[in-house]
Structure formats: structure tokens, C-alpha cells
């Protein structure tokens, strides 16, 4: 992919028409590849010129470059003709609905229904967490964060707002029931999730069932909301006594698309004034104005997990086409869509840090601990110890794939001062 983006650049800047662009040798920039890789590259030049053509609205060109994608292309062949096959579906997708073959769908209906932008509370959620480290690495990290601010309380209410599996609270629930300088009179966890998530119940039994193993005082209370924008601090029972601490995984991105849902979440949590807010994201942007910016963007992104799934999935080819199957869901939506119906709007952690800055949130960081926590969590994954990086943003956390990002994980607090702040974000 590398070596594709700057032949791509190279040749755009020599101005060779669409298809000589595509043939040209490239010189040595090609040299040291096998023939498949250069096929490869070709292939994946091919798409980035139909991306191009179709930035500029030329529909008639850029299918006809497509249409080449489209026979080379597998979604049952090599890492990158899997990802081109899934990204020239969501190109094809675009041009008929510029050229007037498709008409979109209702983005009250996209939002309410959800689209698979990330992997939720089922079988393949689970079995992915077995085999990738990313979020079992910020999942772990977070939580460390959390116990190390909640270390004096004995009363500790946890808000999640995507509890998915709810795995990641055993961990803290057997932690916090062999704390011996201060027994925990009370856990609760609060689960947020939309009024079709009939899951979030099933998941409460088993946390509770957790607790009891280890004999911990626990509560378990499921508030279920239409979207974001109903949320409200009365939902939450939160005792005067009580430690709060919120943990937000992969959820803020969702409703970019719906800045009225966004800024009325941020609002109730800063009212409810936790210890600790654990944010994780995809370190991405996939939100430019751009069309063709942002294709690249995705490309490039999904390109390294699908190499990851290819690596870290050698020997479970079902379940990484399963995962991939998911996956392409949120690529057709980056590519495909437009307004309220794109809601995979990805950025990264400098412009949540800005749009964080307009609530007066001030950034935690990570002790040594978290840290060593994480790093710990990766080398229980031997295929990917050697590709799976742990490097520091400031006070927040990336963890990324043989040096791309992908995730951020980063700890933050809602500020009493009442100092004007000016949060210079742009989503």
C-alpha cells in the first residue's frame, strides 16, 4: 500500500492519462517485489484513479476503470485483493447513486436500525477479542486507569455506554475483591444501550453471576434510551458517596453525524462530574469533507487491520471472513454515503482533545502501570508481539500495527475552573 501511494502520487503529478498511468513501469520503485505484489500494486493503483474520477464525478470514467477492479479483484484471495473487492463495492455503490441507478435510504432509518461499523455483542465480538490485541490492550489499560482513581473508594459506580460482552469488568471485579486497604461496600455498573439491545440484560446476569464468585457486592441497572440525545442525568442513580467513573469504547465516532446527540452526552456526563472518563477510538480520520481524501484514508486504515486479521487469523479462515464481513459494512458507509446516513466519521485523538477542551475536560494520562499493563496484554499474543506497538501521545495511548495507528486510548477529567476555554476542533 505504501509503495502504491507514492507511485500513485508520483504519476499523478506527471499528468499520464488514466490507463498509461496504471501500465507505467514506475522504474525501480517497483524493484525487490514479487510478480504478484506487483499485480498487487497495479490493482490497487487502478482503484485509487477510479476513486479520483469518481472525487470529480466523472461516473462514466471511473466505472469503466472499476470494472477492471472488479474482475481482478476477490473477496477470497490475497489481503489486498480482499480489501480492494470490498472498497470498489462501496465505489461502485457511490456511482450509482450519483448517476441516479439507486436512491439512497432514509438517514432517520440508517441511524435507527445501526450499521455495523464495529463488532458488537455477539459470537464473532467474543472470538475476536481471543485473537487481536488492540482492544483487549486500551480495554485493559482503561480499567487499570479506572482502579488506580478509584483506589480510596468503597463505593464505585461504573457508567458504561457499550458494554458489548461485558468481559472486560471481570478483571476489575476480581481486582477489586482482593484489595485489601479498602473493602468495596458496593460495585455498580450502569449499562446505556438502545431500546432493540435486548443483550444488555443477558450480560448483566453473567457480570452478576461474576461478582458472586468472588463475593463482591455488586449492582447491575440497564437504562435504555431511543439515541444519544435522550439520554439524561436523572437516568443515572448515582449516590453522593459514590466514586463514578465512565468508560466510553468506540462510541463517541458513531455520533459525530449527530452533533445534537454528541454535545447533549458530553453535557450530562460533565453534570455528573466523575472520577474518570476512559475514552477509546480508532486513531483515524475518516471524516474529511474531502471524497477522495477520506478514501484514501480508509484505505489505508483498513489495509493494515485486514493485514492484521490475516496474521493474527493464519490458521481461522472462517472466522477472519466472518470478521472481514463485518468489517466492509463500515467501508461501504465511509465510501458509499454522504450526510446523516455516513455515520463511521472517525477522527483522531488531536481533534477529540480540542472538541474536549469546549467542556473543560483535562487529560489524566496513563501511570507506569497502565502502561507495563498494556504492554503485558500484547505478549499474550504471540503472533502479533512483533507487529503490535504501544507508543505514548502526549498523556494518551496508541496502539498501533507494524507502525500504522489504530486505536487510542487516553483518561480525562471534567474541570471545576470556570476559566474560559476554546476548543479549536473541526470534525
Known sequence: MRVTGARYILLSDMRYDDFSMIMHPFGHALSGLSD??????????????????????????????????????????????????????GLRERIDT???????KEPEMIFKTGIENGLNTNLISVRIHEYVPFFQVTQFMGIQAILENVASASKIHIIDLELRSGVQWTGLMQALAEREIRHVEILKITAVGFVSNEKIAETGKRLESVAASFKLPFSFIAVYVEDMEDIKEELFKIGNDE???????????????IPTCLENLMRVMKNLNPTIVIVIEIEANHNSPSFVNRFIEALFFYSTFFDCLDTCLEHEGELRAEVESVLCNGIRNIVATEGKERVVRSVKLEVWSAFFARFRMTELGFSESSLYQGSLVIKQFPSAVSYCTLDKCGKSVIVGWKGTPVQSVSAWKFSRDRGRVFGNYRF
Do not use: N
Open 36 to 89: 504478484d505484489e506487483k499485480k498487487d500494486v497495479e490493482l490497487v493503483h487502478l482503484l485509487l484513479t477510479a476513486a479520483e474520477k469518481v472525487g470529480y464525478e466523472q461516473f462514466e470514467r471511473a466505472s469503466r476503470l472499476l470494472s477492471r477492479c472488479e474482475w481482478i479483484a476477490s473477496e477470497r484471495a490475497s489481503p489486498v485483493q480482499r480489501i480492494v473487492y470490498y472498497f470498489a463495492e
Open 98 to 104: 450519483g448517476m441516479g441507478r439507486i436512491i439512497a
Open 243 to 257: 466514586s463514578l467513573a465512565v468508560f466510553c469504547p468506540l462510541v463517541l465516532r458513531t455520533i459525530i453525524s
